[in-house]
């Protein structure tokens, strides 16, 4: 079993920055992407970014490429994902989610095995 624990969240103003972290516990060495999705309230859980743990190869959702990064720390078993410029659209619940397999369907929940509770982000205009 994995469990995944994220932190970071919180209220902001637009424009301004927050950075998640998903520690993971457990069988990590069975993991091979790690992901961060979004739900708005009354929307369905989307995708933000996945990172695989051995490479480092990243994906993004084309509405936050060049605003997120996200990382890891394989020595510490966490995923961070940095938010820059932040607007009101990217409030959400923030969940961190692990796939223990290789996939091309990266962008779909489903697919994942693990995840988190989630932690709140708020984006004031």
């Known amino acids: 079993q994995v469990q995944l624990v994220e932190s970071g969240g919180g209220l902001v103003q637009a424009g301004g920055s927050l950075r998640l972290s998903c520690a993971a516990s457990?069988?990590?060495?069975?993991?091979?992407?790690m992901g961060w999705f979004r739900q708005a309230p009354g929307k369905e859980r989307e995708f933000v970014a996945a990172?695989?743990?051995?490479?480092?190869?990243?994906y993004y959702e084309d509405s936050v490429k060049g605003r997120f990064t996200i990382s890891r720390d394989n020595a510490k078993s966490t995923v961070y994902l940095q938010m820059n410029s932040l607007k009101p659209e990217d409030t959400a619940v923030y969940y961190c989610?692990?796939?223990?397999?290789?996939?091309?369907?990266?962008?779909?929940?489903?697919?994942?095995?693990?995840w988190g509770q989630g932690t709140q982000v708020t984006v004031s205009s």
């Open positions: 457990g069988r990590t060495i069975s993991l091979y992407t």
């Open positions: 990172i695989t743990w051995i490479g480092g190869v990243t």
């Open positions: 989610a692990a796939d223990r397999s290789f996939s091309l369907s990266i962008k779909l929940p489903e697919q994942y095995d693990y």
